[in-house]
């Protein structure tokens, strides 16, 4: 089972990150991950993850806000993206959602966004 899992998995986590990728600007980072389920993503620091929150949740995508998962600092511009719970082409779907919710912040913050690579 779990040999079942980790290929689930890894074609999951390689979705998510091929899609970060295409979809999200320039300016927009996110290690991979040596474990786990999740991606952290950093936005630009002049960027506010919940902000995003509200723009991506009118898109039909949701992500949890970094800001949480942070004790005695504040840390506004990072997300938690899970990549377990969705299948390949569900993820690339929501992604691109992301990717155009932080493009249309950019630009409401007078920010010209950077194409993806």
């Known amino acids: 089972?779990?040999?079942?899992?980790?290929?689930?998995?890894g074609r999951q986590l390689q979705a998510l990150l091929e899609s970060i990728s295409?979809?999200?600007?320039?300016?927009?980072?996110?290690?991979?991950p040596r474990g786990g389920m999740f991606v952290w993503a950093t936005l630009p620091p002049h960027l506010s993850?919940?902000?995003?929150?509200?723009?991506?949740?009118?898109?039909k995508v949701?992500?949890?806000?970094?800001?949480?998962?942070?004790?005695?600092?504040?840390?506004?511009?990072?997300?938690r993206l899970n990549f377990s719970c969705t299948d390949e082409e569900t993820t690339?779907?929501?992604?691109?959602r992301l990717g155009k919710a932080i493009n249309r912040l950019m630009k409401e913050k007078s920010l010209t966004p950077k194409p993806a690579k």
Do not use: C, W
Request: net charge neutral; aromatic share 12%; glycine share 10%.
């Open 62 to 79: 949701i992500f949890v806000p970094g800001d949480q998962f942070f004790v005695g600092k504040e840390v506004n511009n990072t997300m």
């Open 22 to 32: 295409r979809y999200f600007p320039d300016g927009v980072s996110h290690p991979r």
């Open 92 to 96: 690339r779907i929501g992604i691109e």
């Open 1 to 9: 089972h779990i040999e079942k899992i980790r290929e689930a998995y």
């Open 49 to 59: 993850s919940r902000e995003l929150l509200d723009l991506a949740i009118k898109g």
